[in-house]
């Protein structure tokens, strides 16, 4: 966030947006102005801004819908938005906050109040900024780790899309898809402190190296745990590769103690590391896989109904190895399981 935070104002009578210039601009705001809903997308598409002043009453679409918009896309979710409005009605506060405003101002605008809030809003625009800058910093590790050898270039982003893709077949909410994909980009991270003479080795593991490659989820929990934005993934990093019958690891989960998501990350994880070409084998074909799950599931690894569901999916995940993208997800979102 450059200087004292770039505003847009959106307003569709032009005395209220001077009303606002009057009393950002001395604070040292950069200000942007719109006076409908299409020409404030536009210009947040063009160039973000750190916080969103947005009245209410607009000529082509209200400011609870607008709103609606921004929070629902991952590009714009995080940017702060006051909705502005001379309305006073409960109600109308009540569908304010539904709509995912970060506040709620009335007409006309006490000039203390107004800055007060600004300032709240942009100091969390800011800390959000620094959070993902932190987390970029996280994702540029697992490249570098991956980087490392050809065999596993793009598995983190590969698992991520599987993870997703299967927990929207799978009913998840949108906050769970989301740490799925979190999940997914960062449950390797660890293997940033595991030796490459153990991650590149050409052929089976002994039992001590493997004791080693374990130690992976211990450390990529270790790494993400200072962040606080990442509370509810960590499960995720750690747990990965427990499996239902208490064999996994690093904490011998079983049953009930393992999460869906972590199921699904597991399965997702599984499934790329079998498809892909590794120091030691080949990729297996898909008849191969198909019979490695089903034996899975009659051994109690993974959730029969989870395997089924994710089975139907693996011919278009193979697909996503040439493609770099699972044909049908957007069938996936607008059907529900």
Known sequence: MKGNGKILVVDDEQKNLLIMESLLAPRGHELAFASDGAEAIQKLNEDPPDLILLDVMLPDMDGFKIC????????????????????????????????????????????????????????????????????????????????????????????????????????????????LKQGGLLH?????????????????????????????????????????????????IRSHHERLDGTGYPDGLSGDEISLPVQILGIADTFDALTSDRPYRDSMPLEKVVSIFNKEVEEEKFDADLVQIACQRFPYWLEDLASKAIPGVREVVETPV
């Open 188 to 236: 390797d991270i660890g293997k940033i402190g595991i030796p490459d003479s153990v991650l590149r080795k050409p052929g089976p593991l002994t039992a001590d190296e493997f004791e080693v490659i374990k130690e992976h989820t211990v450390i990529g929990e270790k790494i993400c745990m200072p962040l606080r934005s990442m509370g509810g993934i960590l499960p995720l």
């Open 68 to 179: 609606k918009i921004l929070k629902g896309n991952e590009a714009t979710r995080l940017i702060p938005v006051i909705l502005v409005t001379s309305l006073y009605d409960v109600s109308d506060k009540i569908k304010g906050f539904e709509s995912d405003a970060d506040d709620f101002l009335t007409k006309p605008v006490n000039k203390h109040e107004l800055l007060a809030r600004v300032r709240s809003c942009l100091r969390i625009k800011a800390l959000n900024d620094r959070l993902e800058r932190s987390e970029s910093v996280l994702y540029a590790f697992v490249q570098a780790v991956e980087a490392k050898d050809r065999y596993t270039v793009g598995h983190s982003e590969r698992v991520a899309k599987y993870a997703m893709d299967l927990g929207i077949l799978a009913g998840q909410d949108p906050s769970t898809i989301s740490q």
